[in-house]
């Protein structure tokens, strides 16, 4: 397989533009994370999906973040307007749900590094 | 509001060494604990999980986990300098599926 797939890689936008990042999960899995990585607060979870249904939303620092999963294989994150506070990694994670709901190992893409100046 | 504390180190550690990092969480309901590694600039990798007291080992890397007094650790046998990364430790709440990561530990195995 090949993995979970993030796109871009590299994101370099202006304060107030709009930015989509993009996620395409591993083929089967059941959930979808949404993690922001700093320096400052390390990684946190915005949002995540189950069969592509939104279960929480807790982390989503604002309103101007959003995200949605219209089919199991693709996943979008947005941020409308974007502000320079908002430059981090992005991660998108999938997981099988085997074992048992609390047994769930998170697999990781390789990330989305937004800068926003 | 549910934590996980890691020391940050850097743990430095000489080549051949065990590595013995440390992590405490604040949740007594969490069911599952994983042990992820991120080399600079990638994303976290998962090394390691243990649901029940006691010791698991995997090759080089033996987690720990205490229930009662609720931490988890990670050690690594015969350290090597492709070990030296950031170690994050994540704990699954009670209910749900959501992981809260820990700061990590960052080691140094030196040649």
């Known amino acids: 397989d090949a993995g979970v797939i993030q796109s871009p890689r590299h994101e370099v936008t202006e304060m107030g533009q709009e930015v989509t990042l993009r996620c395409k999960p591993i083929s089967g899995h059941d959930y979808l994370f949404w993690y922001r990585q700093t320096m400052m607060r390390g990684l946190e979870l915005l949002i995540y999906?189950?069969?592509?249904?939104?279960?929480?939303d807790s982390g989503m620092p604002e309103d101007r973040f959003s995200a949605k999963m219209p089919n199991a294989s693709f996943s979008t994150l947005k941020i409308q307007p974007s502000e320079p506070r908002d430059s981090a990694v992005y991660f998108c994670?999938?997981?099988?749900?085997?074992?048992?709901?609390?047994?769930?190992?998170?697999?990781f893409g390789p990330g989305t590094r937004l800068t926003v100046t | 509001q549910k934590e996980v504390e890691q020391n940050s180190g850097p743990l430095s550690v000489p080549e051949g060494a065990i590595a013995s990092l440390n992590c405490t969480y604040s949740?007594?309901?969490?069911?599952?604990f994983f042990w992820y590694r991120q080399y600079s600039g990638k994303s976290p990798e998962l090394i390691m999980f243990i649901y029940s007291n006691g010791d698991k080992e995997d090759g080089r890397f033996t987690a720990q986990l205490n229930k009662a007094s609720q931490y988890v650790s990670l050690l690594i046998r015969d350290s090597q300098p492709s070990d030296s990364a950031t170690y994050l430790c994540a704990v699954n709440e009670a209910a749900g599926n959501k992981l809260t990561f820990g700061g990590g530990t960052r080691v140094l195995v030196k040649p």
């Open positions: 999906f189950n069969n592509n249904v939104p279960i929480d």
């Open positions: 949740d007594r309901g969490s069911q599952s």
């Open positions: 994670a999938s997981s099988p749900l085997a074992g048992g709901p609390s047994r769930t190992k998170q697999y």
